[in-house]
């Protein structure tokens, strides 16, 4: 651990104040960190990252209506939730070609809307520079769903019968048990859920935007890690640290955050 | 419950529903890459959502008999069973050392990996590069063995970890006070007992490993040292015209994980909630 971790961390902090390639590393101080913050690329790359965390209120919100309906005593229950949670596992770079070609211009969405005669809907999913984003975040949506399912029916099956139990003695309804009963006892998971979705995308994107979108057209839906590595490949070492550094720096508050969370649901 | 009998079989109906249309839309992208792998270039081009109605097998044959797949498939294999066993091996040991050693500072060092489980990679990745380079392990398979070895331990402790505090402390007392050394504990009670969860555990960190892509793309670039899904992105960019051709390739590479999903499900639901449970 001190290897694989300790020694990076410390070198990309270092590195981040140094320019040139590393064989021969010249001292500039903040000079990265000002040159990544007026970088228009690097701008709408955070802003990009920024946008990804409208999924997470999309995804959670999604698979609490999935685990509550499963939660039902639903027949064949099982089987859903493991047709839902299979997208998880897959590796995201096949999928994500697979989208690339789904989202097409001549590809399966836009000629199913157009044989459909909704033609006007046809967009040009990733080539637009305002739609991009919003394709790589449903990528997003449709690979992590599964998790947030299969998160959430544990925690919904872990509760005591009896509350939901004298709830419909008392004569609630099927909303009112939900919403009033359940989702407010398994808030602990909702909220340790969120927190870690946010850190997956603010830092764990790279693979369906690298093979999506590669972060076009132009940097319209570049995200941090293609920044950093698009920086790296280009040899500029100094840029890619100081970014990871920024990068490292939002993480760990999350990670913060989410140790605090979890101490919490612990205590209750 | 007030609800009348009509309405119940309404809501059942509508839920099923609900879920079905869920189940389809998680499917159907898997779907898509099954039918036009089996379809012909010409026949896709000629329009994306037909059925394969005379299915081939020319892109399948192409990319295993005339593409390097076999051989990024091969490294793939290599650097997931190495990196796994070693993480694994590793925190079996210390996991089993922080729990019932109770070392000093064990608890910090458990609460330590369960912060580094979210480091993004991408933070450590120029220094690891340049690490590498100096010591001439680019493009060798070594190189990201010895990373993703370093990313999978502090799951791997805290998962192990989380699993050992289940074993009752009677069992290893009894055991040490007939007289059985640490490790004696370890090989006879403690690792017979593992069997499920370590399995769990290298199942969820094979699949990582299998998975990962932006670390293989940095440090493997020679054609031949490639992994699967660093592979799988140049066929991407190469056959920008043959889309069969190129899911050929994803379909071969979504098929391994499929199979295990599939023979141990519970496994996978397991081990990668494993994080987020208590």
Known sequence: MAFAFGFPLVQVVRDSFYAGNFASPIWVGLDNYKGVLSDPAFRQSLFDNMKLLLTVPIMLGIGLAIALVLNDRIRGGRHYQSVVFLPYVLPATAIGIAFSFLLQENGVLNTSLRHAHLGGLAQDWLGNSHLAIVSVGGLVIWQQLGFAVVVFTAALLSLPPETAEAARIDGAGWWQLQLRVLVPQIRPIIELLAVIQVITVISWVFNYVYVLTAGGPGFSSSVMELYIWRSFSNGSDGTAASVAVMLLGMASVLIGLSLWVRKQKIVQ | ?278
């Open chain 2, 1 to 278: 419950m007030r609800t009348t009998a009509r309405h119940g079989i309404v809501r059942v109906l509508s839920q099923h529903a609900f879920l079905i249309i869920i189940c389809l839309a998680a499917l159907y992208p898997l779907w898509f890459i099954v039918s036009t792998a089996l379809r012909s270039n010409a026949a896709y081009q000629l329009d994306p959502t037909g059925f394969p109605s005379h299915p081939t097998f020319a892109s399948l044959r192409n990319m295993l008999f005339h593409q390097p797949l076999p051989r990024w498939m091969w490294n793939s294999f290599l650097v997931t069973v190495s990196s796994v066993a070693v993480s694994t091996f590793i925190a079996l040991l210390a996991a089993y050392a922080a729990v019932f050693g109770r070392f000093r500072g064990h608890s910090i060092f458990i609460s330590t990996s369960v912060a580094l489980m979210v480091v993004p990679p991408v933070t450590l990745l120029v220094p690891m590069f340049v690490f590498m380079v100096n010591s001439g392990m680019v493009n060798h398979l070594q190189s990201v063995i010895i990373f993703y070895t370093g990313l999978l331990v502090p799951f791997a402790i805290f998962f192990m970890a989380g699993f050992f505090r289940t074993i009752p402390n009677e069992l290893i007392e009894a055991a040490s006070s007939e007289g059985a050394g640490p490790f004696t504990i370890f090989r006879r009670i403690v690792l017979p007992l593992s069997g499920a969860a370590s399995f769990t555990l290298i199942v969820v960190q094979a699949i990582w490993v299998w998975n990962e892509l932006l670390i293989a793309l940095v440090f493997l670039q020679s054609e031949s040292s490639r992994t699967l899904m660093a592979g799988l992105t140049q066929f991407q960019g190469r056959f920008t015209t043959d889309e069969p051709l190129v899911l050929a390739g994803a379909l071969l590479s979504i098929l391994p994980v499929v199979v295990l999903y599939l023979s141990g499900q519970r496994f996978f639901v397991r081990g990668l909630t494993a994080g987020i449970g208590k």
